[in-house]
């Protein structure tokens, strides 16, 4: 029986794994390999490395106050008003991600198995189970991540297959051939295939006992999620060739639907069965992220109610976005406002706590 | 009416004057009950008379007593409490002793120049069956005990399987009409004690007015009355309660029920049985591991088929297809339609089974099962695969080695079904989530119910989906939050020492 809202390490992991693996999977290396070509994983390594840096940033944060949760920490740091307005324009962040998270979605499930159902039916489906387990704490929902990432190993041992079949390495080489400037370039998708780290910050406060430890376990998410799209991009490029590669919106699934078994012909069905379960979790941290953050606004104890406010208001703004060209461009601001908030506003914060330590011992001094 | 008797209940047996005013006055708490009867006996010291109710009591029993009594040792407080006898005081009201004598003891009193003497004498009338094997609930191998409706029979199968003296047995008492008496047992220094006082505690919160049979005692302490799973086991047998308490867990019987509900508890125990332990561990692992297969067939086959059927016939490989294509084509309705029909007749039949004397159940089930299900798809109301589908969930929900969960994996396949047939693998998958989130966030006696996946525990996956050897398994289980962890120390170190 562990106390009310307090998670271990490997639960922090799973969380934050939880939170990375969503709907990008499925889009992420064609995405990259518009711009990075064939290099599109070296892309990702990079963007794994910078993100792990940006965790190093989290670290310190949360080692330094180690009582508080982040927005806390903003408001010792900016005073009240400001951490205030922070805190709201985090939860529009928040609530923006499930928009284009439910969108992003949609787009799957209509263009691979439910060409006609409507979006609103679509979309309620999905929420249902969110909601029920946004409500709960924050014990169960890590309790939940962590029996759900038994479906990871799935999907990559299913992915194995390539290397079984036809795998054309010589699609990878030259190394490097595509230029450093692409190789750049391909970054800033990569880490946008990446976001959900931001998690580590938001639920690294619940984790109490041995806080030092715990985190650096629990650093180690994103680590492993960057080598896993490092393996689904290496697989997805030695089975296609890149100018395939970038028609092909959904990669995984065409290598999954060519796979063939005596039993089961369509096994891109059955992923995507498993896949839906794990954008599912994605979405529902940042629907409790989000409810916590609206709490917290509210000055409300309990997120309970907060989650059925929010998810009222996400379902409504996820209607407005109506052509894919829309929802591309709605995806693109997305890319350039999380870097902002997942990684210039607590770099800021962290200077700024810096500076005033420093200013209050030299006042004492 | 209420006034009297409320005044009369808190009348103390001091203030009667006389051994007839006591009778009306205790006759009278009883309602004037007339199996409610007085014994005038003579003894040196005085007046004395015994009362009891006669539908309750021993009555050869009371004899023998009584002329002990009389003949060898009335000498007062020289008789101690034993389990014979038991010393009232005087002080008491007319409400103790009511209850007493509801319980089946004869009360008996002294009046003389001292005053009042009570003593309570215990010869209960008991008929019970005698220990036969449950059929619910049979082993091919181990013992081939079982409880009966005798808490005392019970808890002494009980401490004979574990001659322990950390082994705790607690009387509680509840159902203000019924006062039946329930007990408690847990071992010491095993159980965790917070999880005694919590389950004392929704003990004895019970304010119903009866108390009836276990079962129903189960909903007034369960944690979430709204889930479809068991969050007690129940069982009938002797040596699953003992392990059971060895693991730290505690049981509830009560009189008259010869179910113990076992609690904290996980979902894997309801698939655990004692066979397991009593074959070789490959043998037991396998059927372990068939067991929860099985559950996975039952909850999700139908739903996978009206799926498949509905939405993704694509998922068939061409060999397959193309008959399942020519059985389905003939048949009038949705996939729904024809499950539910089949589900509901082999639902129909299992009940009807059920009460009706053996050789009719066995006609019904032939009749039912065979002549039923050729006819149907004769007359091309459902096509065959249904029949293999639908006929596969209903052998796989009754492999479950626990009565509640059975029900409860029948009734689980009917949303998926639902859930299938609007929006095939998606409404699986959705439906998955709900049931997923349901079991993690559900508990039994405030422990987790998924315990060893949610929250993940390595070392008691060791008795879960697989069961290792026995000398392996050094560490309780964390479900019951036991005290001491450790169960055993390694007991093959010969093994070591012959190799060196």
């Known amino acids: ?365 | 009416m209420d006034k009297d008797k409320r005044i009369n209940q808190d009348k103390k047996i001091i203030e009667m004057v006389s051994i007839p005013e006591l009778f009306k006055e205790v006759s009278f708490f009883l309602g004037n009950t007339q199996d409610f009867i007085k014994r005038d006996i003579s003894v040196d010291e005085g007046e004395a008379f015994c009362m009891y109710i006669e539908t309750l009591v021993d009555r050869e029993r009371l004899e023998e007593l009584l002329e002990w009594f009389q003949r060898s040792m009335w000498e007062v407080g020289e008789v101690a409490t034993t389990s014979d006898f038991q010393i009232i005081k005087a002080d008491s009201s007319i409400n103790d002793i009511g209850l007493r004598i509801v319980k089946g003891e004869a009360v008996l009193w002294i009046l003389n120049d001292n005053g009042w003497t009570g003593f309570s004498l215990i010869c209960p009338l008991n008929r019970f069956r005698a220990i036969e094997e449950p059929k619910n609930e049979q082993v091919v191998r181990g013992s081939h005990a079982g409880f009966n409706e005798s808490v005392l029979t019970n808890i002494n199968q009980i401490r004979s399987k574990m001659r322990s003296k950390n082994l705790v047995v607690r009387y509680l008492t509840i159902g203000k009409e019924t006062n039946s008496t329930c007990v408690l047992i847990y071992l010491d220094n095993i159980a965790n004690q917070m999880v005694v006082e919590e389950y004392i505690m929704r003990v004895q919160a019970i304010d119903s007015d009866m108390a009836f049979s276990i079962g129903y005692i189960e909903e007034f302490i369960e944690d979430n009355s709204w889930s479809p799973f068991p969050q007690f086991l129940n069982t009938e047998r002797p040596d699953r309660v003992a392990a059971n308490l060895a693991e730290g867990r505690i049981a509830l019987m009560m009189e008259g029920s010869p179910t113990a509900l076992i609690g904290p508890v996980n979902f894997f125990a309801f698939y655990q049985s004692p066979d397991d332990y009593n074959g070789r561990f490959l043998v037991g692992t396998f059927y372990r591991l068939l067991r929860i297969l099985s559950f996975v067939i039952a909850v999700f086959l139908p739903a996978l088929y009206i799926a498949v059927i509905g939405f993704h016939f694509e998922i068939l490989p061409d060999d397959l297809a193309l008959p399942a294509r020519r059985a389905v084509e003939g048949v009038p309705y949705r996939p729904i339609v024809e499950a539910l029909l089949l589900e509901l007749t082999i639902e129909l039949i299992r009940e009807a089974g059920i009460r009706l004397p053996n050789p009719i159940g066995q006609t019904i089930g032939i009749v039912g099962g065979l002549v039923i299900g050729d006819a149907v798809v004769n007359a091309g109301l459902i096509s065959n695969l249904m029949i293999i589908v639908v006929a596969l969930t209903a052998i796989s929900s009754f492999v479950v080695p626990s009565v509640e969960m059975n029900t409860t994996v029948r009734i689980l396949r009917f949303p998926f079904m639902l859930l299938a047939s609007g929006f095939g693998f998606y409404g699986i998958a959705i439906g998955l989530m709900l049931l997923t989130i349901h079991l993690v966030k559900l508990e039994s006696l405030r422990s987790p119910y998924l315990t060893p996946l949610a929250p993940f525990h390595i070392s008691s996956l060791k008795d879960m989906f697989i069961r290792m050897p026995s000398w392996l398994q050094n560490k309780r289980p964390p479900g019951a939050s036991p005290i001491d962890k450790k169960r055993q120390g390694d007991s093959r170190w010969w093994k070591n020492e012959r190799e060196k």
């Not at chain 1, 263009?111 to 679509?122: A, G, L, Q, R, Y």
């Not at chain 1, 650093?219 to 799209?229: D, I, K, P, Q």
């Open chain 1, 1 to 365: 029986m562990n106390a009310k809202n307090e998670i271990t390490g490997w639960q922090l992991f799973f969380i934050i794994v939880q939170t990375q693996i969503g709907i990008a999977i499925l889009a992420m290396p064609t995405d990259i390999s518009k711009v990075a070509k064939h290099d599109a994983w070296i892309s990702m390594l990079l963007a794994g490395l910078l993100i792990q840096l940006v965790l190093l940033t989290y670290f310190f944060l949360l080692m330094k106050y180690p009582e508080n949760t982040y927005f806390d920490m903003i408001e010792k740091c900016l005073g009240k008003f400001i951490g205030r307005t922070i805190a709201v324009l985090y939860l529009a962040y928040f609530m923006y991600v499930m928009v284009i998270s439910l969108n992003g979605f949609e787009q799957v499930i209509t263009s691979w198995i439910f060409e006609e159902t409507p979006k609103w039916v679509v979309l309620l489906l999905y929420i249902i189970p969110a909601v029920y387990l946004a409500r709960e704490s924050v014990v169960i929902l890590a309790r939940f991540k962590m029996l759900i990432s038994f479906l990871i190993p799935v999907l990559v041992f299913s992915l194995f297959w390539v290397y079984l079949s036809n795998p054309q390495y010589l699609y990878l080489f030259p190394i490097g051939g595509t230029g450093t400037d692409s190789i750049i370039k391909g970054v800033q998708p990569a880490i946008f295939a990446l976001i959900g780290f931001e998690a580590f910050l938001f639920f690294g406060s619940y984790v109490k006992r041995d806080k030092a430890k715990n985190l650096k376990i629990a650093s180690f998410g994103t680590l492993f999620v960057t080598v896993f799209y490092i393996f689904v991009i290496v697989t997805t490029q030695i089975f296609f060739y890149v100018d395939e590669m970038i028609i092909v919106p959904y990669p995984v699934l065409y290598i999954m639907k060519a796979l063939e078994f005596t039993v089961v012909q369509r096994i891109d069905l059955i992923f995507l069965t498993i896949w839906m379960m794990i954008a599912c979790s994605s979405f529902t941290s940042y629907l409790f992220l989000g409810a916590n953050t609206l709490g917290r606004v509210f000055n409300q104890e309990k997120h309970t109610k907060m989650v059925y406010l929010i998810i009222i208001i996400v379902y409504g703004i996820s209607f407005f976005p109506e052509t894919e060209t829309e929802v591309a461009e709605w995806t693109d601001l997305l890319m350039k406002i999380s870097i902002l908030f997942s990684i210039a506003i607590p770099f800021v914060i962290l200077l700024i706590s810096l500076f005033k330590k420093k200013n209050r011992k030299e006042q004492s001094a």
